[in-house]
């Protein structure tokens, strides 16, 4: 008679299968680490957008960095999500031994390799660069991007379980183009016209642009940025978890 296997071996089992479904997507790898990276060589050898004050390299590649976390958290986890959704995936793998929980903790781990292998490519480039950072921020940095891969891997959930595959596609997308722009996340919100800094200073994106250049640039964590996106993971995980559907 067959018997499942330990939950710990299923789920190990589950995160590697998403790891390599991401990391095989075109589109996905795209978001997640090709265009990271060139935007982290533009701004390193252009002189527009102003980053402000200090060293354009210190001030570009925690941005970057910030940016992907939120196109592996956020854009590929809500577009992966639901698609598994359209097609019956997420159903039938919540009925199998691996479970819903199993599932998720599995998405969980995924997301964390894949920022794992972001972050040694940016920093590599970075370094190439002549990027200075302070070592001694490095407990705020995993800090904050613990919590603000919480913040968006929920908002994700959220999109991803509310709205049709297609729907997800564009405007988890459209998000990312926004986010990147206007949200304070390559451009530091003090480079932003007064209104917009304040609106990116309450966005998930801008908390976690703030709290990675300042444990980078100063080696403290910032406690403001780190509230703000404590107070997304709740609020995200709070109508995520009521609104989500696990099929069409």
Known sequence: MNT????????LAQARFETGTLLRNGEQLLVA????????VGLA????PSLGPG???????????????????FTGQ???????????VLRLLGV?????????????????????????????????LGWHPQWTGLLAVTLLTLVGTWAFVALALLLAGSLRAEGVLALANLIWIALLGLGGVIVPRTQMP???SHVAALLPSGALGDGLREAFIHG?????????????????????????????
């Open 78 to 88: 809500a577009i992966s999500t639901a698609f598994d959704r359209r097609y019956g």
């Open 45 to 48: 050898l252009s002189h527009s």
């Open 55 to 73: 060293r354009r390299i210190d001030l570009a590649v925690p941005g970057v960095l910030a940016l992907a976390v939120i196109s592996t958290a």
């Open 220 to 248: 403290r964590l910032a406690g403001i940025p780190l509230l703000v996106l404590v107070v997304w993971c709740a609020v995200a995980t709070t109508v995520a978890s009521r609104t989500f559907r696990w099929s069409d």
């Open 4 to 11: 499942a296997a330990p939950a710990r071996a299923r789920v």
């Open 33 to 40: 680490v090709v265009l990271p990276a060139m935007a982290l």
């Open 96 to 128: 199998s031994p691996l479970g819903r929980h199993g599932l998720l903790m599995a998405k969980a781990l995924a997301v964390l390799t894949i920022e794992l292998l972001q972050a040694i490519a940016i920093s590599l480039i970075g370094l190439a």
């Open 194 to 196: 007064s209104g917009l």
